[in-house]
């Protein structure tokens, strides 16, 4: 049974950094591309960052650009995205998601949740002074 678990969540400083964990079980990650979405309270689950399978090209909506990495390490079979120069609006629930589309996310336009279809339960990220 496929199953994502984040974790790495909390509450931080604005201008902080947390490195948030996704960790795959009952499958091999680098076989699926991988994504990170957030949703605040009242707003719609927004995409946030994914890794391709094929090329580990990446996509990082224009919000998080420069502050947050996405990466990959195959042998513990888990996904990290790091987020530095956190801001208030980065408060959400985070969620991470695996699909099984094997292309490139070089040109990618924006990530939305239909593109992936097995999720974890997510991880709070609080920033506040």
């Known amino acids: 049974q496929l199953q994502l678990v984040e974790s790495g969540g909390g509450l931080v400083h604005p201008g902080g950094s947390l490195r948030l964990s996704c960790a795959a079980s009952g499958f091999t990650l680098d076989d699926y591309a991988i994504g990170w979405f957030r949703q605040a309270p009242g707003k719609e689950r927004e995409g946030v960052s994914c890794i391709s399978s094929s090329d580990d090209s990446t996509y990082y909506a224009d919000s998080v650009k420069g502050r947050f990495t996405i990466s990959r390490d195959n042998a513990k079979n888990t996904v990290y995205l790091q987020m530095n120069s956190l801001k208030p609006e980065d408060t959400a629930v985070y969620y991470c998601?695996?699909?099984?589309?094997?292309?490139?996310?070089?040109?990618?336009?924006?990530?939305?949740?239909?593109?992936?279809?097995?999720w974890g339960q997510g991880t709070q990220v609080t920033v506040s002074s």
């Open positions: 998601a695996a699909s099984t589309y094997s292309g490139s996310y070089t040109y990618l336009i924006k990530l939305t949740t239909s593109m992936f279809g097995s």
